[in-house]
């Protein structure tokens, strides 16, 4: 993807921090504390600054924003922020850091309201209430940290260039996957699981989205096999299911592919046939202003005709998380629909405890005439 130089990012991470800085205004709030740590991963730091992980983030209305870091010289050399203050000058308190920032600072905000990340717990909320009485201190559910999950929601050009190269390296390791299989290098959940692991990090990317799931047609009826992989058989002959993501500057592709090994039953070639059916028809729909809930809706119509029922949604934002807004699901708004710059998954299964599961997932970006499918999984069919 296109080198971006170290200007290039600071503009960009600027331009995103200044859309809360308008957010802040509009709402008549002061400053937005976000908060990111080993109870509470907050994916948004690093969207508004590039940091990693571990800080505190306070962007004021003023337009200034402060990264308070554990690890300073880390964050020196990736951060963008208008200051850097190290997280010990506080004693390694998230109440402290906040209390005396935000305090230093408070003649020069318009309005001396603060909102605080909506997971605070009660005891920390009125910890944080005793540390700032010059502060009207907000904890929302639908304020600005909610705005921040809809601003990452739709990806700029840097985002997208990410996410594309994520696919592409999820691509690689799929090719090297299916000749694992045909040269019988790959034998077991364990052997796709590592090849993984080994051929990301090859390839430059930082680790996988999630934990990797393989799971032979012994564990392939489960949506989510657990635990992840095992040293059982894979493929063996049935139904196998891979589902795995690799992140590349910090952006994660999801894709999910079956493995199957004939000799096969006639109602196993029909699951294969629906999704692979659903997954065709359902892209049609994956195009902005359609409501995200209609695609579901016909995968499950898709499904039912064949007595079947689709235990999951249909798809989900990426991003930053592996999790996105918004869920492709029959439970979202009708006013939720796509949107040009969103990359979202498509991913039909079915599961059966006796035949096995079936999953196609791939990863989709909506543009401006349609969508454009990112990721090139697939069912792998041996004989």
Known sequence: MKEYTPEELKKMYAARRKKVVEYLKENQVGAAVFIDNESNREPSLRYFTGHTSDAVLIILDTGKSILIPWDEIFAKKIAYCDKIIPYTRYNNQDIQAVQMNLNATLSSVKYPKVELPPQTCYPQFLKFIDALPAWDVRCKENGVHQFAVELRMVKDEYEIECTKE?????????????????????????????????????????????????????????????????????????????????????????????????????????????????????????????????????????????????????????????????????????????KTGMIVTLEPGLYDENLGGCRLENDVLITQDGNEVISNSKIIRIE
Not at 181 to 186: A, K, L, M, R
Not at 187 to 205: F, P, Q, W
Not at 241 to 252: E, K, P, Q, R, S
Not at 276 to 299: M, S
């Open 166 to 338: 994520a696919c592409r390296v999820g691509d690689l390791i799929i090719q090297k996957i299916e000749e694992g299989i045909h040269n019988q290098s790959i034998k077991t959940e364990m052997d796709v699981a590592l090849l993984i692991e080994k051929e990301l990090r090859l390839n430059g990317c930082e680790k996988t989205g999630f934990d990797t799931l393989a799971a032979g047609p012994s564990r392939s009826w489960a949506i989510h096999a657990f635990p992840g992989y095992t040293q059982g058989e894979w493929p063996a002959q049935g139904l196998s299911i891979l589902d795995f993501g690799v992140i590349y500057n910090g952006y994660t592709s999801d894709t999910t592919l079956t493995v199957a090994k004939g000799p096969l039953s006639k109602e196993q070639e029909e699951i294969l046939e629906l999704v692979e059916h659903a997954a065709k028809e359902c892209l049609r729909l994956y195009k902005p202003g359609v409501p995200v809930r209609e695609a579901c809706e016909q995968a499950q119509l898709i499904f039912k005709g064949a007595n079947r029922s689709m235990p999951h949604t249909l798809g989900h934002g990426i991003g930053l998380e592996i999790h996105e807004y918004p869920r492709v699901s029959t439970k979202m708004s009708a006013d939720v629909v796509f």
